[in-house]
């Protein structure tokens, strides 16, 4: 039996793809959005069309009871208000539809002092990201307010899994595993913020199907895995096959990179997130999803190296 019909903005993204596997295994009836299908999800349809033009998401969602806008930009296309019109097109094409917007949301809506990070907390973020983001989600509000469809905020930490190819497992924790080195983001003693794709997108199909119990606007807040970096080193270090050293990433070397790259400039400006602890709670989500929902940590680290080491591996041997 269908749960409904949802559309994904961005199925080829991190979250996009995820959201697709999620919500086909939920049981409902799955449309991704993108300009090609290039990681193409069996059991699904896909609508080829360009997110930033109005006429092709009417079109892609037209008989939607959920969308997903899992749509991202490039840390360095954020800025001159790109953000902002990305997400206006999809506010538009929603209004008035009484359908259902699930959107994923940051931490870097917080500072580096906010230790515990609850839905109810004053948002304030680091610039130029932090506020950024809190632009976008009071557009959400409004919207939610004012343009007849609901909106339902997940926040996560860093996103984490197989298929997650350039983020923080592959481009900068493992980045010189083939020199026999591994890189810790921060003190091993500091905790950080982790989202498992695959656990992430459950949680998204779990608030669809309770959408009806909910207001038109609600934030909720994905604990995740709320762990060290030197449980991360340790669970990394259990996948690979030999020995490695464990230095702590050269963050310098980022600075540096920065100069010409505005990438590598964005990302040492977010090096806050893994100095401090910033940790997301929320225990009326912790209701919702019930004991034991998050992937054993050592699974899901398992399940994300294996896959990275073994393309790596493969790129080589075609090389």
Known sequence: MQNGKVTILGSNGHIGNAAMIAFRDAGWEVTGLGRSNRKP??????????????????AAIAEA???????????????????????????????GSGKTLLFPGTIYNYRAGDRTIAPGLRQSGEKP???????LEQMLR???????FQVII???????????RDEWFDAAMLMDYAKGRLYHLGDLETRHSWAYLPDLARAFTVLAARRSEMKRFENFHFAGHWVSHGQIMAAIQNVLPGPVRIAPLPWWMLRAAGLLNPVMRDIYRMRYLWLNEMEL?????????????????????????TELVADRSA????A
């Open 41 to 58: 999800v069996t059991g699904t349809h896909f609508f080829k069309g360009d997110a930033d033009e109005v006429a092709a998401v009417r």
């Open 65 to 95: 009871d959920i969308v997903v806008q899992a749509l991202h930009l490039r840390y360095d296309q954020w800025g001159n208000g790109r953000a902002e019109k990305q997400l206006q097109v999809v506010i538009d094409v929603m209004a």
């Open 129 to 135: 990201r932090g506020e950024i983001r809190i632009r």
């Open 142 to 148: 409004q919207a939610a307010e004012n343009h007849g």
């Open 154 to 164: 997940l926040r996560a930490g860093d996103f984490f899994g197989p298929g997650n």
């Open 281 to 305: 709670v929320d225990p009326r989500l912790d209701s919702l999803l019930g004991p034991g929902f998050t992937t054993p940590i050592e699974t899901a680290v398992a399940e994300t190296v």
């Open 315 to 318: 790129a080589r041997h075609a």
